[in-house]
C-alpha cells in the first residue's frame, strides 16, 4: 500500500506559477512510476504528465508541454508538478498517483494508488 498526500495548490493569476509536491509513504518510492491528473467540474479525469521510476522519461499531455515540468527526488519520497504560464483553463483539482508497473501508461484507470487531491484555481 502506499499512501500519497498532495501539496502546493492555491489560487494563482494567468501567467503566474505553482508548484505541487507528492510526498509518499508505505512503500519502496523508486520502484514506483509517477503522475499527475487533473479534472474540472463536470469534466472527466485527464492526464497530466507523468515520470518513470528513475525519472529518465517523462510524458506531458499536450495542452501542458513545455509550461509544466514534472520531476521527482528518491531521497525525499516526492514528486514534484511546475506550473509555469498558467492559464484558467488549468483550474482543476490536481491528483498525484503511482503505478506499480513499470510500464507508462495516460490511462488514469491503470494507475494503482492515488492522493486525495488538491485545488489548483487560475484567474484570468
Known amino acids: 500500500q502506499v499512501q500519497l498526500v498532495e501539496f502546493g495548490g492555491g489560487l494563482e493569476q494567468a501567467g503566474g506559477s505553482l508548484r505541487l509536491s507528492c510526498t509518499a509513504s508505505?512503500?519502496?518510492?523508486?520502484?514506483?512510476?509517477m503522475g499527475w491528473f487533473r479534472q474540472a467540474p463536470g469534466k472527466e479525469r485527464e492526464f497530466v504528465a507523468l515520470?518513470?521510476?528513475?525519472?529518465?522519461?517523462?510524458k506531458y499531455a499536450d495542452s501542458v508541454k513545455g509550461r509544466f515540468t514534472i520531476s521527482r527526488d528518491s531521497a525525499k519520497n516526492t514528486a514534484y508538478l511546475q506550473m509555469n504560464s498558467l492559464k484558467p483553463e488549468d483550474s482543476a483539482v490536481y491528483y498525484c498517483a503511482a503505478r506499480a508497473s513499470f510500464v507508462l501508461t495516460i490511462v488514469s484507470a491503470r494507475w494503482d494508488y492515488w492522493g486525495q487531491g488538491t485545488q489548483v484555481t487560475v484567474s484570468s
Open positions: 508505505g512503500r519502496t518510492f523508486s520502484n514506483y512510476v
Open positions: 515520470i518513470s521510476r528513475d525519472g529518465g522519461m517523462t
